[in-house]
């Protein structure tokens, strides 16, 4: 407890860029973006399927309810189909009746919109620091040639309690870091019972899944999307896969923005009331021994509404090895992925600039590094 300090999770750093939100406040009737913001959308990019076009057939992310599987209803079995096959074919999903009530999901969206609202004095304490993944700003810069995402911030390790960076816990507001503190316990209870369910229809054994995931590592990124005067030239997030094993997502307003890359197009995820949004990460891609995908996904922005949401990432232990499940490649006869420490697997993503980071990319790598 003493070494709090040296015992925090360094997974990488960014290089310090500007507030967005700052700039748009600074020039509330701002009609050009910065140079720096303006993004070169390929082709295929702006043939995404837009669920408001009644030209294109229009796919939906799947739903599944976590009600049939907890309470082992009798459509526990066709529910355990649904979410093996939104894992395998989506990656992506919305989750309803999760059981996180409705009153802590709104108590938490207040906090986090004030919380953004701060000004600019107030937010500089919270601050990413050199080295440091967290506080505000931005994560995944790597040069001052890179494009930049029309957003800010803010990320923060939750769990496992002695990671936690306790100077800056102790700087939260502190109605937000109650709720923040509550919900980061419930969103953990709801990752293990998914990563559960994910072990059982995958044919992995309960201990294994116990083993990895019962006292994971959980970190947050709160996102504030600010209105973009010209969305088209903009991203508010970059194209990217996460890293960790389940991320479950809490869009704070019904807007528009996040998209996944289905079958090359991109597919708008439109925010169900009251449903969170969950995707496998990279860590679960392996785990799966490359069943389940940890798919490309990006956020936009819009011209009028400013868009908040909070990504809750969870993975294994740190100190671990991230690799197959033993269970799966007894079954498949084969491991498609190596075994590697779980921080390296990390710090070989935060050191790539956002785009890159996609699974096959990162592992290429460090394969190479091993075999060679
Ligand atoms: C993320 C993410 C998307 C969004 O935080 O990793 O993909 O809609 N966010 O904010
Ligand atoms: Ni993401």
Same mark, same amino acid.
């Given at each position: 407890?003493?070494?709090?300090?040296?015992?925090?999770?360094?997974?990488?750093?960014?290089?310090?860029?500007?507030?967005?939100?700052?700039?748009?406040?600074?020039?509330?009737?701002?009609?050009?973006?910065?140079?720096?913001?303006?993004?070169?959308?390929?082709?295929?990019?702006?043939?995404?399927?837009?669920?408001?076009?009644?030209?294109?057939?229009?796919?939906?992310?799947?739903?599944?309810?976590?009600?049939? /599987?907890?309470?082992?209803?009798?459509? =526990? +079995?066709? #529910?355990?189909? !649904? $979410?093996?096959? @939104?894992?395998?074919?989506?990656?992506?999903?919305?989750?309803?009746?999760?059981?996180?009530?409705?009153?802590?999901?709104?108590?938490?969206?207040?906090?986090?919109?004030?919380?953004?609202?701060?000004?600019?004095?107030?937010?500089?304490?919270?601050?990413?620091?050199?080295?440091?993944?967290?506080?505000?700003?931005?994560?995944?810069?790597?040069?001052?040639?890179?494009?930049?995402?029309?957003?800010?911030?803010?990320?923060?390790?939750?769990?496992?309690?002695?990671?936690?960076?306790?100077?800056?816990?102790?700087?939260?507001?502190?109605? /937000?870091?109650?709720?923040?503190?509550? =919900? +980061?316990? #419930?969103?953990? !209870? $709801?990752?293990? @019972?998914?990563?559960?369910?994910?072990?059982?229809?995958?044919?992995?054994?309960?201990?294994?899944?116990?083993?990895?995931?019962?006292?994971?590592?959980?970190?947050?990124?709160?996102?504030?999307?600010?209105?973009?005067?010209?969305?088209?030239?903009?991203?508010?997030?970059?194209?990217?896969?996460?890293?960790?094993?389940?991320?479950?997502?809490?869009?704070?307003?019904?807007?528009?923005?996040?998209?996944?890359?289905?079958?090359?197009?991109?597919?708008?995820?439109?925010?169900?009331?009251?449903?969170?949004?969950?995707?496998?990460?990279?860590?679960?891609?392996?785990?799966?021994?490359?069943?389940?995908?940890?798919?490309?996904?990006?956020?936009?922005?819009?011209?009028?509404?400013?868009?908040?949401?909070?990504?809750?990432?969870?993975?294994?232990?740190?100190?671990?090895?991230?690799?197959?499940?033993?269970?799966?490649?007894?079954?498949?006869?084969?491991?498609?992925?190596?075994?590697?420490?779980?921080?390296?697997?990390?710090?070989?993503?935060?050191?790539?600039?956002?785009?890159?980071?996609?699974?096959?990319?990162?592992?290429?790598?460090?394969?190479?590094?091993?075999?060679?």
């Amino acid at each position: 407890m003493e070494n709090q300090e040296e015992e925090t999770i360094n997974l990488g750093r960014s290089l310090l860029v500007p507030s967005v939100q700052q700039l748009v406040r600074d020039e509330p009737s701002i009609t050009k973006i910065p140079h720096r913001y303006v993004h070169q959308l390929d082709d295929h990019d702006s043939s995404f399927v837009s669920s408001d076009d009644p030209l294109t057939i229009n796919p939906s992310v799947p739903v599944i309810d976590l009600h049939n /599987l907890i309470e082992n209803t009798s459509t =526990y +079995s066709s #529910e355990l189909n !649904k $979410l093996h096959t @939104a894992s395998e074919e989506w990656g992506f999903f919305q989750v309803i009746n999760h059981g996180i009530s409705e009153s802590l999901l709104e108590d938490f969206r207040r906090e986090i919109l004030d919380f953004f609202g701060l000004s600019m004095e107030e937010k500089k304490h919270l601050w990413q620091e050199e080295n440091s993944y967290e506080g505000f700003g931005q994560l995944f810069v790597v040069s001052e040639e890179q494009k930049l995402d029309w957003s800010d911030m803010f990320a923060i390790t939750t769990l496992p309690r002695h990671l936690r960076k306790s100077q800056l816990f102790q700087k939260l507001p502190p109605l /937000l870091r109650d709720k923040l503190e509550a =919900y +980061s316990a #419930e969103v953990k !209870k $709801l990752a293990v @019972a998914i990563l559960g369910q994910m072990g059982k229809a995958l044919g992995i054994k309960t201990e294994e899944m116990s083993e990895l995931f019962e006292d994971g590592f959980q970190a947050m990124r709160m996102n504030y999307y600010p209105p973009c005067p010209q969305p088209e030239l903009a991203l508010g997030f970059s194209p990217h896969s996460d890293a960790d094993a389940l991320t479950i997502l809490y869009q704070l307003n019904q807007t528009d923005g996040l998209q996944i890359r289905k079958d090359g197009k991109w597919v708008t995820i439109k925010p169900l009331p009251n449903a969170l949004v969950v995707n496998i990460g990279d860590i679960m891609e392996i785990v799966s021994n490359g069943v389940y995908k940890s798919i490309e996904h990006r956020a936009m922005v819009n011209e009028h509404n400013e868009r908040l949401s909070v990504a809750t990432f969870y993975c294994s232990t740190m100190g671990t090895e991230v690799g197959p499940a033993q269970s799966l490649v007894a079954q498949h006869k084969v491991e498609n992925f190596r075994r590697v420490p779980l921080e390296e697997y990390f710090k070989e993503c935060f050191a790539r600039k956002l785009d890159e980071c996609i699974v096959e990319k990162v592992f290429s790598i460090i394969s190479a590094s091993l075999i060679s």
